[in-house]
């Protein structure tokens, strides 16, 4: 079964638009981490955030921020005010100690931003 | 200081071929990952080293993939014989100790088309 999953295949906005990118995760750990990653046009994986099963405080990290609900077991990410920079293929993971904590990546998605 | 590096960036072989990818981690890092991103699918975990020692290697498809990190420095990971279905993007990543704690670090990936 699939443990991350990004409904949103591909996303496409224009410049300035707010965006919100969907997590879903499925876990039975209590202990366990939350990852999202960005896959620009280069193609190597950059990190964003690691946020713990405990910390459901949201964050937010200059135009990025991030929604933890574990009530919904989502963890959603969202870009305020999007660039043409932004538009890369991000990934949300999850780490659990069952998994030896190897991160389970969902299929990504597809973020297109236009001028 | 240098990233995550693989080698090589692209490799295009001929059903039956065998090819080794290689990846460096960065220095003093003793986690060493490698993943895998079929077509159109998630990026799933291959298996990890703590130094030399594989630690997990559940993800690994088939008898034909085998992975070494002699001396827990670089690693490679040869496919013998290569099929068509293991086209697909191979990342390395590192960390200097458990996921739990510590970023992982991903390489740019190797792009293995088998023909």
């Known amino acids: 079964a699939q443990k991350v999953t990004q409904a949103q295949t591909e996303i496409s906005v224009v410049e300035k638009e707010d965006v919100t990118l969907d997590c879903v995760y499925e876990?039975?750990?209590?202990?366990?981490?939350l990852f999202w990653y960005k896959q620009p046009p280069s193609g190597e994986l950059v990190f964003l955030i690691r946020?713990?099963?405990?910390?459901?405080q949201n964050e937010i990290s200059g135009r990025y921020s991030w929604n933890f609900q574990k009530s919904t077991s989502s963890f959603n990410f969202t870009i305020t005010a999007s660039q043409v920079v932004d538009s890369a293929v991000y990934f949300c993971?999850?780490?659990?100690?069952?998994?030896?904590?190897?991160?389970?990546f969902g299929k990504g998605t597809s973020l297109l931003v236009t001028p | 200081e240098a990233g995550v590096t693989q080698f090589p960036s692209h490799s295009v072989i001929e059903k039956g071929q065998t090819v080794t990818l290689r990846c460096d981690p960065i220095?003093?890092?003793?986690?060493l990952y490698w993943y895998r991103r079929v077509m159109g699918k998630e990026i799933k975990f291959l298996l990890h080293?703590?130094?030399?020692?594989?630690?997990?290697e559940s993800g690994m498809p088939n008898n034909r993939f085998l992975a070494e990190r002699t001396g827990g420095t670089y690693s490679t990971l040869k496919v013998q014989p290569a099929e068509l279905e293991d086209s697909g993007v191979y990342f390395c990543?590192?960390?200097?100790?458990?996921?739990?704690?510590?970023?992982?670090?991903f390489g740019p990936g190797t792009r293995l088309t088998v023909l």
């Open positions: 990543a590192s960390s200097q100790g458990p996921v739990l704690y510590n970023e992982q670090f």
């Open positions: 876990t039975r750990d209590t202990t366990y981490y």
């Open positions: 946020r713990n099963s405990f910390d459901e």
């Open positions: 993971a999850l780490s659990e100690a069952d998994s030896g904590y190897a991160l389970n």
């Open positions: 220095s003093g890092h003793d986690n």
């Open positions: 080293f703590v130094k030399e020692s594989k630690q997990d």
